[in-house]
């Protein structure tokens, strides 16, 4: 799946407006959200706290139209502890 570096820009423009300064809090405070789901995929301390922790993060990345993200999110659910994949959603959070 292709990273598209606008479709999150794109989804908040859809939803507030051509806000250039709106959209860029929005993105941050969306950056800012995933980088907190992933501290807690990484602290979960069982697999299902895991796999809760991945859902929470594929549904904020579903609500900001951040598919690759979503996409990683839930290939994460299916590999709980793995300490790759934590490093992989950081590295996709980062290039948002």
């Known amino acids: 799946m292709a990273y598209d570096p606008g479709a999150i820009d794109a989804t908040l423009a859809a939803a507030v407006g051509d806000e250039p ?3 860029a809090e929005l993105r941050a405070a969306f950056v800012d ?3 907190k789901a992933i501290d ?4 979960a301390d069982s697999d299902e706290a895991w796999r809760l922790a991945t859902a929470r993060l594929k549904g904020l990345a579903a ?3 951040a598919v690759r993200l979503m996409s990683l ?3 994460a659910a299916n590999a709980p502890g793995n300490d790759d994949v934590v490093r992989t959603l950081r590295r996709a959070v980062a290039r948002l």
């Open 21 to 23: 300064g709106l959209i």
């Open 33 to 35: 959200s995933a980088e």
């Open 40 to 43: 807690a995929i990484q602290a």
């Open 63 to 65: 609500s900001f139209g």
């Open 73 to 75: 999110a839930s290939e």
